[in-house]
């Protein structure tokens, strides 16, 4: 696996079995039960997973807020203490470099997460673009991140806190102390379901994922590893950066427009994103459901039923919940509209599609 990481919970992934992969410059596991099995668990009723790939950077000092807005498409000045947002991050021509969670710790500092692919280049990217004055801090080796996922979440997480955490809303956190461990909770995830995530100290993540995995364990849930997290993220749309956006697409085009604050001050990328609002995208990341047999996969081509180049796939798999194929890709429009059928070049012969409303699990007239 070359000079990937183990995070710092990869000898509890070995000891329950897990099926180990390197993914972006870690050392994750990949499946324990079984992706079926996690996904559905996961969904009816909690999993437990290990995020310590993902970038941890703290942003502070004089002037934070107002330097950090000129960075990020959403408002960060409107952020309360305590209180998180979602936000991509672009560049002048106003192309993703990559998309994040921004937490407000304090008036003037600043958590951000970032992707595991992305983390030396955001806090390169962060001390260029942000003034000498604002404090750039990469955290991401010294914490680990635990997430609980589904409808048991918040009574495994409240039993391990000894807390009540009904009144924490969704994009909410807190400081709290688990098992002798300080923590850092939020009410966040990436499968579309409630859950919290947990960011502790590396050298004490063993302690906390033990507390969590027991508990977890107690009311039948499961550790799920990224197979089964691609799979509950696609069913909700959930942008993968380096699949679904990167620095050749805009939020506008990847469905992100709401987190595009544009009566805000200046911002990178605002010029030539107010420009395509304007003239209205040419093309539209968006879902489908195969009708034909077989999944799509990252790069096979899609065209219309004419022939022509539509785009091509981004992201597919088979979703447990619908039991269908589905995935993901940028559309030439009209080719977007809901209903249209395309056709998918899967192992080299075009296979039927229909364009869906998304995200996919609406289809089950749930979330």
């Known amino acids: 696996m070359g000079q990937a990481h183990p995070t710092p919970l990869y000898d509890k992934h070995v000891a329950l079995g897990a099926k180990m992969v390197e993914f ?23 999993g437990i997973f290990d995020l310590s790939h993902m970038g941890e950077i703290y942003v502070s000092g004089k002037g934070a807020p107002a330097a950090l807005n000129r960075v990020v498409t959403n408002d960060v000045e409107k952020l309360r203490p305590e209180k998180a947002l ?15 969670l921004v937490y407000r710790d304090a008036d003037e500092k600043f958590l951000l997460v970032v992707n595991a692919s992305n983390i030396a280049k955001d806090a390169e990217w962060l001390r260029k673009h942000l003034p000498a004055a604002v404090e750039v801090e990469n955290e991401s080796l010294e914490t680990a991140l635990i997430a609980v996922q589904g409808p048991q979440s918040e009574a495994i997480v409240g039993e391990a806190l000894g807390e009540e955490l009904s009144e924490i809303e969704y994009y909410e956190f807190g400081f709290y102390v688990l098992d002798g461990v300080p923590v850092r909770v939020s009410r966040t995830g990436y499968t579309g379901e409630d859950g919290f995530e947990v960011y502790v100290a590396a050298e004490r993540a063993g302690e906390v994922w033990d507390a969590l995995y027991d508990l977890t364990y107690g009311v039948g849930g499961v550790p799920v590893g990224l197979g089964a997290r691609d799979t509950l993220r696609l069913e909700m749309k959930y942008c993968l950066y380096g699949n679904d956006i990167d620095e050749t697409t805009t939020p506008l085009e990847a469905g992100l427009g709401w987190t595009v604050k544009f009566d805000k001050g200046d911002f990178y990328g605002k010029k030539p994103l107010e420009k395509q609002k304007q003239k209205g995208i040419t093309r539209a990341l968006s879902g489908f459901v195969m009708i034909d047999p077989g999944v799509p996969r ?7 039923v004419d022939g022509n180049d539509l785009g091509s796939v981004t992201s597919g798999s088979y979703s447990p919940s619908l039991r269908e194929n589905i ?41």
Do not use: S, W
Not at 31 to 44: N, S
Not at 86 to 100: A, W
Not at 298 to 304: F, V
């Open 86 to 100: 979602y936000t991509p991050m672009c560049t002048p021509k106003g192309g993703i470099v990559d998309d994040l």
């Open 24 to 46: 972006a410059g870690f050392v994750m596991p990949l499946q324990y039960t079984g992706i079926l099995d996690e996904h559905v668990t996961a969904r009816e009723t909690a």
């Open 298 to 304: 990252p790069g096979c081509g899609i065209i219309d």
């Open 327 to 367: 995935g993901l890709g940028y559309l030439a429009r009209p080719h977007d509209d809901v209903g249209t059928e395309i056709l998918v070049d899967i192992r080299k012969k075009p296979r039927l599609a229909r364009v869906v409303e998304t995200p996919f699990l609406k289809l089950l007239g749930g979330n």
